[in-house]
């Protein structure tokens, strides 16, 4: 079992920055693989960014060069940076941390990208 408890500010101007964090209960050591995915209104949840153990990166064509994923074995965290962020990423962010067979979700992060 794990719980997953996400933060970050949510509420950014076009062109601005922003840093989602995501802290697990359990230690990360025990992971596969952890990910950030968006949940937009009456649409399926879509893959954002991934990250392995051996610091294997993979991010949606959307965000790639503006989007890092990371991860921090000694807080068992996970962080997504945003930068020059548009409008249109704004939508619920949600972490995932896939242990062994099952996966887990954070409550899910509002971004809003707006002037």
């Known amino acids: 079992q794990a719980q997953l408890v996400e933060s970050g500010v949510g509420v950014v101007q076009p062109g601005g920055s922003l840093r989602l964090s995501c802290v697990a209960t359990?230690?990360?050591?025990?992971?596969?693989?952890e990910s950030w995915d968006r949940q937009d209104p009456g649409k399926p949840r879509v893959l954002v960014a991934t990250?392995?153990?051996?610091?294997?990166?993979n991010y949606a064509a959307a965000v790639k060069v503006r989007f890092t994923i990371s991860r921090d074995i000694d807080k068992n965290a996970l962080y997504l940076q945003m930068c020059s962020l548009k409008p249109e990423a704004t939508g619920l962010y949600l972490c995932?941390?896939?242990?062994?067979?099952?996966?887990?979700w954070g409550q899910g992060t509002q971004v809003t990208v707006s002037s």
């Open positions: 359990r230690n990360l050591y025990d992971s596969n693989t």
């Open positions: 995932n941390f896939h242990y062994g067979p099952s996966h887990y």
């Open positions: 990250v392995t153990p051996d610091v294997s990166r």
